[in-house]
């Protein structure tokens, strides 16, 4: 039976055209499926929904959403981290990890970014949110690190917007995302090079589990905020009111950084 599926060019392009038509009649595609954003049942014989295509070095996997969660897509991902989520796929569990950070692209050089996820009120609103703290100073690449910790600097020269006070939700960083699948995260993506698909920025060792919360706050905003600080500035917060204190300082003395971000493939 036809399916109420979307492919989009991108992933058109990826699987063959032969495929894409398979998928459409109803060969090779499921008629009941779990939403890889969501997580709530999906029937694509009903309800449109969207081929998200994770591609890595080697291996690559179709996922199945609804297409009011996310868009059809490709999405590009380490090959460690596509074998992590095909793992979690079939085995039904992932292997959480607390504060992982194997981060490229700007200014990672060879440092590691923490990352914790937490609910930050906003405005009488809570809102899901990320804090990435290095743990240790960050250099531009390519010198030789005598201008100090250019972690902020490297951040703001990518659109990132200097936060004095939590008052207000930061803007959205175009190119920029958060990538879910499976219910736990997997990394940050910035834009790829010359309009390329995107790249990690900071991807886990090993999916990170998020709370129940957090994962249904950020189903419903469909953002999440991304907010980071030089080493020590705010350190691992074991609850959220005292990781929003930290926020709070690091704010007041000039050392915070946001962009709000859309969740991209699941």
Known sequence: MPRMLDVSEDVRAEIGDAEADRLLVGDNAPGHYDCTSCRTPGDSEQERTSTVLFVGGETAVLAFAHATCIP???????????????????????????????????????????????????????????????????????????????????????????????????????????????????????????????????????????????????????TVLLFAAPAGSIGQQPREDLLRDALDKAAADGLLVAAAMPLAGT
């Open 72 to 222: 059809s897509q490709v999405v590009q991902v380490a090959e460690e981290q596509l074998q992590g989520a095909v793992r979690s796929i079939t085995a039904g569990e992932g292997r959480p990890q607390g504060r992982p950070g194997n981060p490229e692209g700007v200014g990672a050089d060879q440092a590691v970014l923490g990352i914790t996820s937490g609910l930050v009120l906003i405005d009488d609103e809570l809102h899901p949110a990320l804090v990435v703290e290095p743990t240790g100073a960050i250099v531009r690449p390519g010198t030789d690190g005598s201008q100090g910790d250019e972690f902020l600097r490297l951040l703001l020269e990518q659109g990132f917007q200097p936060v004095h006070r939590l008052d207000r939700a930061p803007a959205v960083l175009p190119g920029w995302s958060i990538l879910l699948a499976v219910g736990r995260l997997h990394a940050v993506l910035q834009p790829g090079t010359d309009g390329g698909a995107p790249i990690a920025w900071w991807q886990a060792h090993a999916p990170l589990q998020v709370t129940e919360g957090w994962r249904n706050a950020a189903n419903k905003s469909r």
